[in-house]
């Protein structure tokens, strides 16, 4: 009888511990990064904009952490994708550049990455949206399971677009698999040739619907050329002017079948990249083109999401994180009024450049943590990048991760403190940059100081720029020669970091 008792009670004990296990590791908060596409610092009305309201947007904003001085890692999507789901340098990887649809994945499977990081700390993981990391190693064959991918780094789900929209194959990927094939239409891709037959926009412009500028004159699909080459496969071509909605409803489903542990959700949201294709209720709403209008599609899909999180009962169990891969760029391969109709509005705020450039419009982008209930309203002026998440999220949820060039700053995100980071290295195509307090220097380069076909100052110089940011936010003085000392010792900490002689890393 006296063992009964003591194995009764030893088993109500063990029942305890694993309640107790089971509502911790409920009571960890989902996390939620919403990631945009070519959104500029100055593009919503938070930051500053007067001609575009972005009443959703502005909420992550207003009630959550504003940072004025967060990161991108680049100033263009691969690279800064890469960094953020790695936590390592982009510069650190060659291949880390705007990639082809066809390109092998660019991320090590033995590689940490931020989805693996909390599934060991017992999340479930899911991507919905752009990936443009790569696929496959080299020479996928599309009509079977596509491997390596999303899945064999980290996340449980997966439901992308390969690469851009601009960008074949135009299909989705559901966790390797092209979503909706049909076998008996194989789909083919190539970035070399063209296939027998297909029209392209070069060669037939009068079946397209949009005009391309420069480069996206290959297989038309939708009416719209693109990057690339695509035969076959048409019962699984995307619609363009539903990718939205589509997206929104794939986010929102995860929420509501996974609600019950906890989850990492990273929505990538393909607005406001070219072509841009507003659904039908969004034409004509902001008076800019179609570039104004999907992102006011954008602030409704994440007006919608929010709601769908609160209305499954675990908004206040949420931290969002929000950011957009890198600057704002107008003209980037079609002519969709972007520059006509762009009136009074500032894309890139007060910054200078834009996507492509070593500018801080480049890699400053909108930044914000949200998290109801838990992070107090607050505007902070502290250094961060999007690739302090890995470190900083591993703190949250007690795991370790590891070492990259990903710093902790948890205590910024929740708003606990503006110290921020010392120092920051940014890359605009394959060129590097420094960013510490208040100082931005970038080194001499070879190339071309404007972009031929954005129109975006690229940043590059043949002489030592530096720039004393709180004084100078649109880095208009060049302080390089009237300020030798601070020069030179920003040049030592950079070279420090980048681990080689300046000499060596002209390009």
């Known amino acids: 009888m006296k063992i009964n008792k003591q194995v009764s009670f030893l088993m109500f004990l063990a029942a305890l511990l694993i309640g107790s296990f089971g509502q911790a590791q409920n009571s960890k908060p989902n996390i939620v990064v919403i990631y945009l596409d070519d959104l500029g610092y100055g593009d919503l009305s938070a930051y500053g904009a007067t001609e575009l309201q972005t009443p959703n947007m502005d909420v992550l904003a207003n009630d959550g952490v504003k940072f004025t001085n967060g990161y991108a890692t680049s100033a263009t999507c691969t690279p800064s994708r890469y960094g953020l789901l790695t936590g390592v340098y982009p510069w650190r990887n060659a291949k880390a550049r705007i990639l082809p649809g066809s390109a092998p994945l660019i991320i090590s499977t033995k590689q940490e990455t931020l989805p693996k990081m909390l599934k060991r700390a017992g999340y479930q993981t899911a991507i919905v949206g752009k990936w443009h990391l790569g696929l496959g190693a080299g020479n996928v064959n ?7 991918g999303p899945n064999e780094v980290g996340f449980d789900d997966a439901y992308i677009l390969a690469a851009t929209q601009d960008r074949t194959p135009t299909v989705y990927i559901k966790d390797g698999y092209i979503d909706g094939l049909d076998k008996k239409d194989p789909i083919y891709v190539s970035y070399k040739k063209n296939f027998e037959g297909e029209p392209t926009g070069k060669d037939n412009p009068e079946l397209t619907t949009m005009k391309w500028h420069h480069g996206h004159n290959q297989s038309i699909v939708n009416g719209i050329p693109r990057i690339g080459y695509m035969k076959g496969g048409k019962s699984a071509v995307w619609s363009d002017i539903d990718m939205a ?11 509501k079948s996974h609600k019950n542990k906890p989850f990492f959700l990273y929505y990538a949201l393909q607005q406001p990249h070219v072509p841009r294709t507003p659904n039908p209720r969004f034409v004509g709403k902001s008076g800019m083109g179609p570039r104004g209008d999907v992102i006011l599609e954008a602030d409704w899909c994440i007006g919608e999401f929010m709601k769908t999180l609160k209305e499954e009962g675990v908004l206040e169990n949420t931290l969002v994180v929000f950011s957009s891969d890198n600057g704002p760029v107008l003209q980037d391969g079609y002519y969709d009024d972007a520059i006509e109709k762009l009136g009074k509005h500032t894309p890139a705020g007060k910054l200078r450049g834009g996507k492509y450039s070593l500018f801080e419009a480049g890699t400053r982008v909108p930044f914000m943590a949200y998290w109801k209930g838990t992070i107090k309203p607050k505007v902070s002026d502290a250094l961060v990048c999007q690739i302090d998440l890995l470190a900083s999220l591993s703190k949250l949820v007690g795991v370790e991760a590891k070492k990259t060039d990903s710093e902790d700053m948890l205590a910024e995100l929740l708003g606990k403190s503006k110290k921020g980071r010392n120092n920051l290295v940014i890359e605009a195509g394959g060129r590097t940059a420094y960013r510490t307090g208040d100082w931005a220097m970038i080194p001499p380069y070879k190339g071309k ?3 031929w076909n954005s129109f975006i100052e690229t940043g590059i110089l043949q002489d030592f720029q530096l720039y004393n940011l709180k004084k100078d936010l649109g880095e208009t003085n060049n302080l ?6 601070k020069l030179k010792e920003l040049l030592a900490e950079f070279e ?4 080689k002689d300046y000499s060596k890393m002209k390009k």
């Open 142 to 148: 599309w009509n079977e399971h596509i491997s390596p």
């Open 480 to 485: 390089a020669k009237s300020n030798p000392k």
């Open 496 to 499: 420090a970091i980048r681990g």
């Open 449 to 451: 100081p404007l972009s």
């Open 245 to 255: 909605d589509h997206f929104l409803a794939k986010a929102q489903a995860y929420v």
